[in-house]
Structures are given as structure tokens and as C-alpha cells.
């Protein structure tokens, strides 16, 4: 059984990882902690640039995150490895 792991942004996650539909907790994946650590700086960078209203505060910082978040997509699956689907959400980057 593969298990689906969405990295995906919402407002005010620090983790912005989900399984099965649902918010996951820090510790559900097994990954290590310089990787985490990288998830939620992302995390973060969004919920500081991010206005559900006017979108982000800097095109480059958008940009930014989009590239990184491409990185930290790969990073991840190779960290899980076989047995994990990591697919990239990266739904607040569409309306640039």
C-alpha cells in the first residue's frame, strides 16, 4: 500500500504536510530533523507572505517559494522513498 503525502500550505499550519485528507502531526513521516526543520521555514515563509486577500507581498518571494517548494517535493520523496506519494499542492502560487 502506497500512502499519499501532500505538501500543501494553509493558513496558520506550521506543518505543511497532509495524509489521508487530513492535517498530519510532526512525526507522522519518518523523516529527519534538518528536513523538517526546511518544511516548516516554507511553512512559515508563506504564513508571513501570504494574504488570503491580496495574495503575496513580494513576486520574488513567491517565486522563491515556488522553486522551493519544487526542492523540498523531491527531498521529501526520496526521504520516504518507496512506499510514499509526495505530490506538491502549490495552490497559492496559481494566481501569479
Given at each position: 500500500m502506497t500512502v499519499r503525502v501532500r505538501l500543501m500550505n494553509e493558513y496558520t499550519v506550521d506543518w505543511p504536510l497532509w495524509v489521508?485528507?487530513?492535517p498530519a502531526q510532526e512525526g507522522d513521516v519518518p523523516i529527519d530533523e534538518p528536513l523538517a526543520t526546511e518544511l516548516k521555514t516554507w511553512a512559515r515563509v508563506f504564513n508571513e507572505h501570504y494574504d488570503w486577500k491580496?495574495?503575496?507581498?513580494?513576486?520574488?518571494?513567491?517565486?522563491?517559494?515556488?522553486?522551493?517548494?519544487?526542492?523540498?517535493?523531491?527531498?521529501?520523496?526520496?526521504?520516504?522513498g518507496r512506499g510514499?506519494?509526495?505530490?506538491?499542492?502549490?495552490w497559492e502560487v496559481s494566481d501569479r
Amino acid at each position: 500500500m502506497t500512502v499519499r503525502v501532500r505538501l500543501m500550505n494553509e493558513y496558520t499550519v506550521d506543518w505543511p504536510l497532509w495524509v489521508s485528507d487530513g492535517p498530519a502531526q510532526e512525526g507522522d513521516v519518518p523523516i529527519d530533523e534538518p528536513l523538517a526543520t526546511e518544511l516548516k521555514t516554507w511553512a512559515r515563509v508563506f504564513n508571513e507572505h501570504y494574504d488570503w486577500k491580496r495574495g503575496w507581498d513580494d513576486p520574488a518571494v513567491a517565486e522563491g517559494h515556488a522553486q522551493e517548494a519544487v526542492r523540498l517535493r523531491g527531498a521529501l520523496q526520496d526521504a520516504l522513498g518507496r512506499g510514499y506519494d509526495v505530490v506538491l499542492e502549490l495552490w497559492e502560487v496559481s494566481d501569479r
